[in-house]
């Protein structure tokens, strides 16, 4: 059964008004480019966006911003956006910082089923307030909750029919977790392979974790911070 | 660069031991890289998901979809691996990275760090630092002695929110390296000219000094 | 195989529907991967680690790298993949498997199921049993109606310790094909020549008649 | 810095009488056999040691109940072996049988810092008893914690001398979960592979999780039910 599609407007048109939405990349690195731009093309309102980042101001998750699409962002850091502190500073925008590895693991548990795990990370900081904490081997722990999504956006490399997927170098980052974890997912790829052109031993998403499959063209893949070797 | 920076990146290098797993923190501590000596084996481990950074690329071989944890292109070292960020965290809350190296704003005597918020001043968020303090099996901090208006920025208690408490192996200042041990923080070096007296001046936390130190600099 | 197996199988495969991902049990639900139409698109999971579980090989591609939970060999499917234990039961756990076939030993008018120890025998173990009856989104259990004694093995309550509690979606046994709901457990179909009147018999756990069932086969 | 040992004799002394030993393989498949082999001629007595199953009379883990150095035996399944049943009745080995999802699950919060996490795998069994209890977003779970090992045993396809690991199909099952459980993990390999020569983007056990590289020879690699087509 293939999973390609070829519209990103139906696919984006899936996800409701107030949705729970996980979004793939750090960064701008391996970003699900095509499927946010739907998505601010579509003005889908009132998303919880869960994503280590929030873009910036014009390209990413910060066209989602500028539209005014979001009411709550979860993230670990927010630092290279401008509208989101202006959002965030008259209310707009609520939000929800998560230690990075915490936000990770979360995400992973939601797609693993497991409903919550102890951490170290974050005792002793305001992260810790409220949280149930408990002593485990001796270590003290507060207690972290899955997350999981309505909808996933992740950006892969290359994919097949059936929606096994392959990440390039560190554009992988969360989208293998977002994508385990969106109980819609919509995997947008480089490059579409013929199924069995993937190496079964060497599948980084497989096929059951994704929904919906679209190849997006010409990327953009915008870097934040080019540094090359001094001369 | 500062020649306080110069410095304080001068000492931290030495704490790179040969065949260690080494995770940079963003900014300064990411400079240390550039001195580490070529005959020593280390791999860097950047957060977002790549284990051997290599230096910087060329013009010609940057690669958007190879990025460290600062957001800046590098390259990737011979034996190097590309894994998710979950992994990533596993490999930093489980205990396999060796060293962390990170900024901080303040230490306290207790080896509480904070390092991500300042009240009252817009969040931009903790990132992996929280993660990195719990995880990492030492913790070198590395930080101007003194803030811009000269104050101590070694306190008996932290002011501002924590990363972790009593996380930090080690503080490397300008002037001072400090360890911190269950008896709590020890003057183990002075540093670029500064003398025992200048270091208790310029420090808020209580701490004891190093026999070995008290030797060669006598008792102040 | 007895006609009765055969029977079991030949109902629990229709199950199986299009385009779907599922996990057969060890032993008689293992069988009902022959019995999959061909031109149905299935995904079978095994969980020691393959998605696209294949037929089993001609003797020259036996390969002892490639086996099902069952430990037999096997191939894998285009389109298959493996990975490591963690994530095989992250897929299940995670409700990423539409249907789950599993034997049983016992099952309860709630729905529990039973069907790993004998207490008093020797223990071998629940493999991922446990898991897969928390996690699959449909559980279909199949089993003979009744033990070798004849006694009804779906009872009131479990006799057995549990493998999961509430967690059976549907039961097929060889004489009835039962749906567990909020209110209680369901008669869907009679099979194999059955009359609900044998059914009533044979079953110690109450249930209620499905409407539709009522209307083919009379009230009793 | 070369992880590469020549002596699976010298490897195996590491590990110290009483140890908890993680073990890579499902049945007998993926086995680390070389270093079982040598654990079994150096003796290493009263260990702990988590493993899917037991390996069967004669091969495997089989040969350490043979030798009676296993005091406890934590696994999912331990049905293909007579001498485990006779030690178990006889009150010689003492077992913690464990769901595979959830031994897979502690396996990997082990290697991952994870202390404890909560599933609902397990829930009105036996298993439950005496594990705290938490409804977590309407689902009741019991309490689960990591298992981390002093030693892993591991088997690998291909590896290179910094410890990077590749595996073949299903022979991967728990060993990535080993590799990364064990404070000292000694991966065995039927390929020693130039560094650089893996694919970083497909690497299945980072360098920093291996402590000891050997290279295996003659594996045997048995098969417990060699299934064909039936002409």
Same mark, same amino acid.
């Given at each position: 059964?293939?999973?390609?599609?070829?519209?990103?407007?139906?696919?984006?048109?899936?996800?409701?008004?107030?949705?729970?939405?996980?979004?793939?990349?750090?960064?701008?690195?391996?970003?699900?480019?095509?499927?946010?731009?739907?998505?601010?093309?579509?003005?889908?309102?009132?998303?919880?966006?869960?994503?280590?980042?929030?873009?910036?101001?014009?390209?990413?998750?910060?066209?989602? &911003?500028? @539209?005014?699409?979001?009411?709550k962002m979860v993230a670990s850091y927010v630092?290279?956006?401008?509208?989101?502190?202006?959002?965030?500073?008259?209310?707009?925008?609520?939000?929800?910082?998560?230690?990075?590895?915490?936000? !990770?693991?979360?995400?992973?548990?939601?797609?693993?089923?497991? *409903?919550?795990?102890? +951490?170290?990370?974050?005792? #002793?900081?305001?992260?810790?307030?409220?949280?149930?904490?408990?002593? $485990?081997?001796?270590?003290?722990?507060?207690?972290?909750? !899955? =997350?999981? #999504?309505?909808?996933?956006?992740?950006?892969?490399?290359?994919?097949d029919a059936y929606g096994n997927l392959i %990440?390039?170098?560190?554009?992988?980052?969360? @989208? *293998?977790?977002?994508?385990?974890?969106?109980?819609? +997912? $919509?995997?947008?790829?480089?490059?579409?392979?013929?199924?069995?052109? &993937?190496?079964?031993?060497?599948?980084?998403?497989?096929?059951?974790?994704?929904?919906?499959?679209?190849?997006?063209?010409? %990327?953009?893949?915008?870097?934040?911070?080019?540094?090359?070797?001094?001369? | 660069?500062?020649?306080?920076?110069?410095?304080?990146?001068?000492?931290?290098?030495?704490?790179?031991?040969?065949?260690? $797993?080494?995770?940079?923190?963003?900014?300064?501590?990411?400079?240390?890289?550039?001195?580490?000596?070529?005959?020593?084996?280390?791999?860097?481990?950047?957060?977002? /998901?790549?284990?051997?950074?290599?230096?910087? *690329?060329?013009?010609?071989?940057?690669?958007?979809? &190879?990025?460290?944890? #600062?957001?800046?292109?590098?390259t990737v070292k011979q034996g190097g691996s590309?894994?998710?960020?979950?992994?990533?965290?596993?490999?930093?809350?489980?205990?396999?990275?060796?060293?962390?190296?990170?900024? /901080?704003?303040?230490?306290?005597?207790?080896?509480?760090?904070?390092?991500?918020? =300042?009240?009252?001043?817009?969040?931009?968020?903790?990132?992996?630092?929280?993660?990195?303090?719990?995880? !990492?099996?030492?913790?070198?901090?590395?930080?101007?002695?003194?803030?811009?208006?000269?104050?101590?920025? $070694?306190?008996?208690?932290?002011?501002?929110?924590?990363?972790?408490?009593?996380?930090?192996?080690?503080?490397?200042?300008?002037?001072?390296?400090?360890?911190?041990?269950?008896?709590?923080?020890?003057?183990?070096?002075?540093?670029?000219?500064?003398?025992?007296?200048?270091?208790?001046?310029?420090?808020?936390?209580?701490?004891?000094?190093?026999?070995? &130190?008290?030797?060669?600099?006598?008792?102040?």
């Open positions: 059964m293939t999973k390609v599609q070829t519209s990103f407007e139906e696919s984006v048109a899936r996800i409701q008004d107030g949705a729970t939405l996980i979004v793939g990349g750090f960064g701008l690195c391996g970003i699900p480019e095509k499927a946010i731009q739907a998505l601010a093309e579509k003005g889908t309102k009132n998303l919880t966006v869960v994503s280590n980042n929030c873009g910036v101001n014009d390209w990413g998750l910060g066209l989602l &911003l500028e @539209n005014k699409q979001i009411n630092g290279e956006n401008k509208i989101f502190e202006e959002q965030y500073l008259n209310g707009e925008l609520e939000v929800e910082l998560v230690p990075q590895g915490t936000l !990770a693991e979360r995400i992973r548990a939601g797609g693993a089923g497991i *409903p919550g795990f102890y +951490t170290p990370t974050g005792v #002793g900081t305001p992260i810790a307030e409220g949280k149930e904490h408990k002593v $485990i081997g001796g270590r003290q722990c507060i207690l972290e909750e !899955a =997350i999981q #999504g309505d909808a996933a956006l992740v950006k892969a490399w290359k994919g %990440y390039r170098k560190t554009a992988r980052n969360f @989208n *293998p977790l977002a994508a385990a974890a969106g109980k819609f +997912t $919509i995997a947008e790829v480089e490059e579409l392979v013929d199924v069995g052109e &993937l190496d079964p031993d060497f599948i980084h998403t497989p096929s059951l974790y994704v929904q919906h499959l679209l190849v997006g063209t010409s %990327y953009e893949k915008r870097i934040e911070r080019k540094t090359v070797q001094q001369a | 660069m500062s020649s306080q920076r110069e410095n304080i990146i001068q000492r931290a290098v030495k704490e790179v031991e040969d065949g260690t $797993i080494v995770n940079l923190g963003i900014g300064m501590p990411t400079m240390i890289a550039n001195y580490i000596p070529a005959d020593k084996d280390i791999f860097l481990h950047s957060e977002n /998901g790549l284990l051997g950074i290599g230096p910087y *690329p060329e013009e010609e071989d940057v690669d958007a979809d &190879l990025i460290n944890a #600062g957001k800046e292109t590098v590309f894994f998710d960020n979950a992994e990533s965290f596993a490999m930093i809350r489980g205990g396999h990275i060796d060293l962390a190296i990170l900024g /901080g704003m303040e230490v306290s005597g207790q080896g509480d760090l904070a390092n991500w918020m =300042i009240p009252g001043k817009m969040v931009k968020g903790m990132g992996g630092a929280m993660d990195i303090v719990q995880g !990492a099996k030492k913790v070198v901090i590395i930080m101007t002695h003194t803030n811009k208006e000269g104050e101590s920025k $070694i306190r008996t208690e932290c002011a501002l929110p924590l990363t972790g408490e009593k996380v930090v192996s080690r503080l490397i200042t300008d002037m001072a390296v400090f360890d911190f041990t269950p008896s709590g923080m020890v003057l183990k070096e002075v540093l670029n000219g500064a003398d025992v007296k200048t270091v208790e001046q310029y420090t808020e936390a209580s701490f004891t000094i190093d026999e070995a &130190l008290i030797d060669r600099e006598g008792k102040q």
